[in-house]
Nanobody
């Protein structure tokens, strides 16, 4: 059974940095796109950043130049380096992997459990 485990959230002052990690465990055939989403109170979940299997990245306009997404295919992991954090970055962050389990031939979307990021002003 595939599971995702996130870590790295916390409380930080504005201007600070945090690094989020998400690792998939279980029997995995392949992982395509990996991404990070966030959801602030009262708002819809939104895409923050994504990285393809080939390493192409895309970012929400609000985080361009401040956040960096990366992946480690050997570890089935994705990371989000968040710099120059702002209070408006406060949200629960979720990793999302487009992943094919070893028992299947088609990919499914898997979500992490979410990690709270709070940026104080």
């Amino acid at each position: 059974q595939v599971q995702l485990l996130e870590s790295g959230g916390g409380l930080v002052q504005a201007g600070g940095s945090l690094r989020l990690s998400c690792a998939a465990s279980g029997r995995i055939r392949s992982i395509n796109t990996m991404g990070w989403y966030r959801q602030a109170p009262g708002k819809q979940r939104e895409l923050v950043a994504a990285i393809s299997s080939g390493g192409s990245t895309n970012y929400a306009d609000s985080v361009k130049g401040r956040f960096i997404i990366s992946r480690d295919n050997a570890m089935n992991a994705v990371y989000l380096q968040m710099n120059t954090l702002k209070p408006e970055d406060t949200a629960v962050y979720y990793c999302n992997l487009h992943l094919t389990p070893a028992s299947d031939l088609v990919p499914f979307r898997y979500w992490g459990q979410g990690t709270q990021v709070t940026v104080s002003s």
